[in-house]
């Protein structure tokens, strides 16, 4: 039996205490929560935006909100992402939330393990009459680890997430629920990449955007092939995605920052000077040092595709951008510094 795809909705947490104020982080946090910063009154403001947002988000595509609609809105095991699941599941009237390992994948989890970035098991008065569906979180350490090491590995959890709601429904006679998953930026990254490759397949235009707090972003998920698409609220997938016309009269980018704002198009690739060799690797994700994209060694001088806007990583390591490099190189695709993009036609003393 073919199953249809599954709306997938991923929501990053609120504005968190540590990239908000440093100097009070610093003076709340302990050993236990060093990699697992809490939301600040801002972030819990945000996160309750979100979820009436992505309410009638939902009621564009002809879905209601309450028990019938949705039952549980799962969420990474961090004190960020549960306090902010507990405001959009507040506002979707969701039954409870449930932790799940998968959704861990920020950079310190990436970098360190989920086991040793799970965040404190949430009181009763942070759920606000809420069910907590299940502690410790859900899912297999090990096998999200893996995943967690290479690309597309949270494509595959995403996947399994969608597949468990359509044998749910084609078990219950019922239609397919949306999955709401509260999670990190990583995770919306690596979905809108596999959404832009669908849709460069398809010929349709899909360009990702930049994550701010508490965005929120809509795939369709094909439960048995694991193909990720855009999701359009309100309209039919893939047909309501056609191309749009960019207009014969529009103006090229003439400087780095309109091309880096656009996210997309031609440039060089060159690593300043005294800040390596003459070959680079790429990053898998964005922040997480030493998880390289295997066989890709860039030279100083190659044109390569721009693929995104900038992107700011977690940590120090700053704005990234992913590239795709020319066939010749086997369009091999990852993440890059920012200052390792120019012009092209850019020259180097």
Same mark, same amino acid.
């Given at each position: 039996?073919?199953?249809?795809?599954? +709306?997938?909705? +991923?929501?990053?947490?609120?504005?968190?205490?540590?990239?908000?104020?440093?100097?009070?982080?610093?003076?709340?946090?302990?050993?236990?929560?060093?990699?697992?910063?809490?939301?600040?009154?801002?972030?819990?403001?945000?996160?309750?935006?979100?979820?009436?947002?992505?309410?009638?988000?939902?009621?564009?595509?002809?879905?209601?909100?309450?028990?019938?609609?949705?039952?549980?809105?799962?969420?990474?095991?961090?004190?960020?992402?549960?306090?902010?699941?507990?405001?959009?599941?507040?506002?979707?009237?969701?039954?409870? *939330?449930?932790?799940?390992?998968?959704?861990?994948?920020?950079?310190?989890?990436?970098?360190?393990?989920?086991?040793?970035?799970?965040?404190?098991?949430?009181?009763?008065?942070?759920?606000?009459? +809420?069910?907590?569906?299940?502690?410790?979180?859900?899912?297999?350490?090990?096998?999200?680890?893996?995943?967690?090491?290479?690309?597309?590995?949270?494509?595959? @959890?995403?996947?399994?997430?969608?597949?468990?709601?359509? @044998?749910?429904?084609?078990?219950?006679?019922?239609?397919?629920?949306?999955?709401?998953?509260?999670?990190?930026?990583?995770?919306?990254?690596?979905?809108?990449?596999?959404?832009?490759?669908?849709?460069?397949?398809?010929?349709?235009?899909?360009?990702?955007?930049?994550?701010?707090?508490?965005?929120?972003?809509?795939?369709?998920?094909?439960?048995?092939?694991?193909?990720?698409?855009?999701?359009?609220?309100?309209?039919?997938?893939?047909?309501?995605?056609?191309?749009?016309?960019?207009?014969?009269?529009?103006?090229?980018?003439?400087?780095?920052?309109?091309?880096?704002?656009?996210?997309?198009?031609?440039? +060089?690739?060159?690593?300043?000077?005294?800040?390596?060799?003459?070959?680079?690797?790429?990053?898998?994700?964005?922040?997480?040092?030493?998880?390289?994209?295997?066989?890709?060694?860039?030279?100083?001088?190659?044109?390569?595709?721009?693929?995104?806007?900038?992107?700011?990583?977690?940590?120090?390591?700053?704005?990234?951008?992913? *590239?795709?490099?020319?066939?010749?190189?086997?369009?091999?695709?990852?993440?890059?510094?920012?200052?390792?993009?120019?012009?092209?036609?850019?020259?180097?003393?």
């Amino acid at each position: 039996m073919i199953m249809p795809t599954v +709306l997938v909705v +991923l929501v990053r947490h609120g504005e968190r205490l540590d990239e908000a104020d440093p100097e009070e982080w610093r003076r709340v946090r302990t050993e236990q929560t060093r990699s697992d910063p809490p939301l600040t009154a801002t972030g819990i403001a945000q996160s309750r935006a979100a979820g009436a947002k992505l309410t009638e988000l939902l009621r564009s595509d002809g879905l209601g909100v309450g028990d019938s609609t949705l039952g549980t809105v799962y969420c990474s095991p961090t004190q960020r992402t549960a306090d902010t699941a507990v405001q959009v599941a507040l506002e979707l009237r969701a039954a409870e *939330i449930t932790p799940h390992h998968a959704l861990n994948c920020c950079a310190a989890a990436k970098r360190y393990g989920v086991e040793n970035v799970t965040g404190v098991q949430p009181k009763p008065e942070r759920l606000h009459g +809420l069910r907590l569906a299940c502690w410790p979180p859900a899912g297999d350490i090990g096998v999200v680890n893996q995943r967690h090491r290479k690309q597309n590995g949270f494509v595959e @959890s995403c996947t399994e997430f969608a597949g468990s709601a359509a @044998s749910l429904a084609e078990a219950s006679g019922m239609p397919c629920l949306p999955v709401v998953l509260v999670t990190h930026r990583e995770a919306i990254w690596e979905l809108q990449d596999a959404a832009a490759h669908t849709a460069q397949t398809h010929g349709l235009r899909y360009q990702p955007g930049r994550q701010a707090y508490c965005s929120v972003e809509a795939f369709d998920i094909d439960p048995q092939t694991g193909v990720v698409f855009p999701h359009v609220w309100g309209a039919s997938v893939p047909e309501a995605n056609a191309a749009e016309g960019g207009g014969a009269a529009a103006r090229s980018p003439s400087t780095i920052n309109e091309v880096l704002a656009a996210g997309r198009g031609q440039v +060089l690739f060159h690593r300043p000077s005294g800040d390596g060799g003459l070959y680079t690797k790429l990053w898998v994700t964005p922040g997480v040092r030493g998880v390289w994209v295997p066989g890709v060694d860039i030279p100083n001088g190659e044109i390569v595709e721009l693929l995104t806007t900038p992107q700011q990583s977690d940590g120090d390591e700053g704005e990234f951008v992913r *590239i795709r490099r020319p066939a010749a190189a086997a369009g091999q695709e990852g993440w890059t510094k920012v200052k390792n993009i120019h012009l092209i036609g850019t020259t180097f003393a």
